[in-house]
C-alpha cells in the first residue's frame, strides 16, 4: 500500500518513514470505508493526495486523515454536483427567454 501513497509524494517528500507507514494506513482505511478495491481506480489516487494535504497541514493521525480525506472527497462531489444543478437551471430559465429582437 505505501507505494500508493509515494507515488504522490512525489520528489519534495517531507515525510519520514513513520508519518508514510501512518499515511499509507489512513489510505488503507479509507479505501475500505469507501468500499474501493481497485488500486489503480482514480479514486485511490485522488483520495492519496487529499490525505497527503491534510497530513502537510499537521494532522498525522491514521483514523482523523482517514475520516477527513472522505468528508473532503464527499464534499467536493457534493459542490460539484451544486454547481452543475445551478447550471443547468441557469441554461433551463435563459432558454425559457424570448429573444429580443
Not at 486523515?65 to 447550471?87: E, F, N, P, T
Amino acid at each position: 500500500m505505501s507505494e500508493v501513497i509515494h507515488a504522490p509524494l512525489g520528489c519534495g517528500n517531507v515525510f519520514g518513514p513513520e508519518d508514510i507507514a501512518q499515511l499509507a494506513a489512513s489510505l488503507e482505511s479509507a479505501l475500505a470505508d469507501l468500499g474501493i478495491k481497485d488500486r489503480n481506480d482514480p479514486t485511490t489516487t485522488l483520495v492519496a493526495k487529499l490525505i497527503i494535504q491534510l497530513a502537510k497541514d499537521g494532522d498525522r493521525n491514521p483514523m482523523s486523515l482517514a475520516k477527513r480525506a472522505i468528508s473532503r472527497l464527499y464534499l467536493g462531489a457534493h459542490v460539484s454536483a451544486a454547481a452543475y444543478r445551478l447550471r443547468q437551471s441557469r441554461l433551463r430559465r435563459a432558454q425559457k427567454r424570448p429573444n429580443p429582437k
